[in-house]
């Protein structure tokens, strides 16, 4: 079993800076390709962007790509998304997952998720 906490989320303006925070725990998190996803009210859930295990490989959705960057530190557990020059559409409940590998994650099928961040962005 592993557990995914985030963190980060608040009210921020439209064009500021923001970073998220996933805290894994549980069994062996590093094992793991993780990622972001989202969900705006009356939206299906988007993914976001996503890591391998080793945190040398990433992907992106062509919505976030040059805004967003995805990274992890797997010393602390820890997976980050910095979101830069944030718009009101990025206004989502952002919640982590993690898989066995990364392909899983990018399309959904992850096996743990965690309990979300709100991120609202005002224009």
């Known amino acids: 079993q592993v557990q995914l906490v985030e963190s980060g989320g608040g009210l921020v303006q439209a064009g500021d800076s923001l970073r998220l925070s996933c805290a894994a725990s549980?069994?062996?998190?590093?094992?793991?390709?993780m990622g972001w996803f989202r969900q705006a009210p009356g939206m299906e859930r988007e993914y976001v962007a996503a890591?391998?295990?080793?945190?040398?490989?990433?992907y992106y959705a062509a919505s976030v790509k040059g805004r967003f960057s995805i990274s992890r530190d797997n010393a602390k557990r820890t997976m980050y998304l910095q979101m830069n020059s944030v718009k009101p559409e990025d206004t989502a409940v952002y919640y982590c997952?993690?898989?066995?590998?990364?392909?899983?994650?990018?399309?959904?099928?992850?096996?743990?998720w965690g309990q979300g961040t709100q991120v609202t962005v005002s224009s």
């Open positions: 549980g069994r062996s998190p590093s094992d793991y390709a």
């Open positions: 997952a993690a898989a066995l590998n990364v392909r899983a994650v990018t399309v959904g099928q992850a096996d743990y």
């Open positions: 890591i391998n295990w080793r945190g040398v490989d990433t």
